[in-house]
């Protein structure tokens, strides 16, 4: 439900971060849905191996038809939906039809290519679609589709933290990683909780809910902290009642990735061969058994001739 990378996702390079910093997101629309893309953002193309986050919703409760996202094409990363509000069906080329509900991970990996399409129902209709770049073992790979509808909860502190990938403070996700990172859904019940943070991990939290002091810094839902390597702890703040972030967070992926529209590769070269493979309905993403239009992609900016 997230993408397709735009011009100024495409601007973004990874930076050295010399300590804590806010970045505000930017407002753009998936499928007729408004969300808040955090992230790639100016300087910061990637946090550990998470490459993409979009803040989807929420939906409008005028405006009651679903959110719609014909099939479309991916190669090189694994997409994680998650779910605050309502539902959504997923269908790929692998045969998977699979409805997704809060607290459910859907975790897509697209390998050398695969297709999918999301129906989304509103209203309420909102989550967080995340993006995981695979590193150079795995992204040539078979695709793989799973579904996890029991994940670990812990306590720590005032918070409650729901571990959908990787593991904190002894909570370890049943979803497949390729690289060593962690995604946690938090709560935060009183006004101050420190966390554990793996000191070899960059990471990213990410407001849902209400108002948080990340360090020096104080960010609302559509903004992002991001807090280098080299942290142990990280105490989070808020005044509000049950705030709500996501906390991201992985080692430094040590590869320099190429985005975009749907595609996370290394070069020019492989985009556009993803492209023109897409284009010319080739067998390397399958068929998707989705009622929705299929998406055409852009011509990429770079390609003088579309033959």
Known sequence: ??????????ECHDEALAGVEAREGRRTSVGGLDVARVLPTKGRRTVGAWCFVDLMGPADAEQPDPMEVGPHPHIGLSTATWLLEGEALHTDSLGTEQVIRPGQLNLMTAGAGIAHAELAARPPFRGAQMWIAQ????????????????????????????????????????????????????????????????????????????????????????????????????????????????????????????????????????LEAAWRDWRDRTDRFGEVPSALERIEAPTPPWVRSPT
């Not at 994940?151 to 403070?169: K, Q, R, Y």
Request: charged content about 25%; overall charge negative.
């Open 1 to 10: 439900m997230s993408g397709p990378v735009q011009e100024p996702d495409r």
């Open 135 to 270: 590193p150079e073992g795995t992204r040539h790979g078979a695709a793989a589709f799973e579904h996890h509808g029991d994940l670990p909860e812990v306590e720590v502190g005032d918070a409650t933290l729901l571990v959908f990938a990787g593991a904190v403070a002894g909570a370890a996700s049943p979803a497949r990683t390729d690289t060593a990172l962690v995604g946690v859904d938090a709560t935060l019940h009183g006004t101050r909780t420190v966390l554990p943070a793996d000191a070899a991990f960059e990471h990213a939290v990410i407001p849902l809910d209400g108002r948080l002091k990340v360090g020096p810094e104080v960010v609302e839902p559509g903004w992002l902290v991001l807090v280098p390597a080299g942290v142990g702890e990280l105490p989070v703040e808020s005044q509000d009642r049950d705030a709500r972030f996501l906390l991201l967070g992985g080692e430094p992926l040590g590869e320099e990735v190429a985005m975009w529209w749907n595609f996370v590769a290394r070069d020019r070269d492989e």
